[in-house]
């Protein structure tokens, strides 16, 4: 069955360090990863989606990297600001699951101190 | 353009009490889906809706019914709330039960059982 950890759970900084949000995952057979982000009180926002064959992501100042045979994959954040702070959360969707579910790590909450 | 509607936001619940929780997308989309947050958790899949007229059971059923009213909406129903089905939940569509289908999600119903 596939597990998806999220390590720490959380993270404070200060206002401008570039960081690294962590996630893994103990089945390689998947067909993407995704990282959200949720905003106390709100829903979760997409932030990027990197399929099976693809070894980055990149938007703005978000970068997400995958390392499919390790498990691994890593979200960093350059220049972090004030308005990073976020729970942000992976999820993948496993090969061997025939109904395509998001299985999800419990989020890592980030707080960017000014 | 308001994507993902749940409705209400916040609900306070007596054990044995039951209720329902709205949820409906203004997107065209065919799949939808309800989860629930725990602290600590990742979200848990509960129920999904791969086209209007379906439903089928995710990974934490037990204790929810749910109804796919029309294209639009995705009703789920508590039908004798117990404490431990406090949670936040949340509703989600897809345009398809497609593996590469990013989800949309509304803001979540914030659900207290006591």
């Known amino acids: 069955k596939q597990e998806v950890t999220q390590i720490p759970a959380a993270l404070s900084v200060p206002e401008g360090e570039n960081l690294v949000l962590n996630c893994s995952f103990t089945?390689?057979?998947?067909?993407?990863l995704q990282w959200f982000r949720q905003d106390p009180g709100k829903g979760l926002t997409s932030l990027l989606l990197?399929?099976?064959s693809q070894r980055e992501q990149t938007s703005g100042r978000l970068n997400a990297s995958l390392d499919k045979s390790s498990g691994r994959s890593t979200l960093y954040i350059a220049a972090s600001q004030p308005g990073d702070s976020a729970t942000y959360l992976c999820?993948?969707?496993?090969?061997?699951?025939?109904?395509?579910?998001?299985?999800w790590g419990a989020g890592t909450k980030l707080i960017i101190k000014p | 353009n308001a994507g993902v509607t749940q409705t209400p936001k916040f609900q306070v619940l007596k054990t044995g009490q039951s209720m329902t929780l709205q949820c409906a997308q203004d997107?065209?989309?065919?799949?939808m889906y309800w989860y629930r947050q725990d602290p600590g958790m990742g979200l848990r899949l509960i129920y999904y809706s791969a086209s209007e007229g379906t439903t089928d059971k995710g990974e934490v059923p037990n204790g929810y019914n749910v109804s796919r009213l029309n294209k639009r909406e995705f009703s789920l129903r508590l039908e004798s709330a117990a404490p431990s089905q406090t949670s936040v939940y949340f509703c989600?569509?897809?345009?398809?039960?497609?593996?590469?289908?990013?989800?949309?999600f509304g803001d979540g119903t914030r659900l207290s059982i006591l």
């Open positions: 990197i399929q099976s």
């Open positions: 989600a569509s897809s345009e398809a039960r497609q593996p590469n289908q990013p989800q949309h």
């Open positions: 997107m065209n989309h065919n799949s």
């Open positions: 089945d390689s057979a998947i067909y993407n």
């Open positions: 999820a993948v969707r496993s090969v061997r699951d025939s109904n395509y579910q998001l299985i």
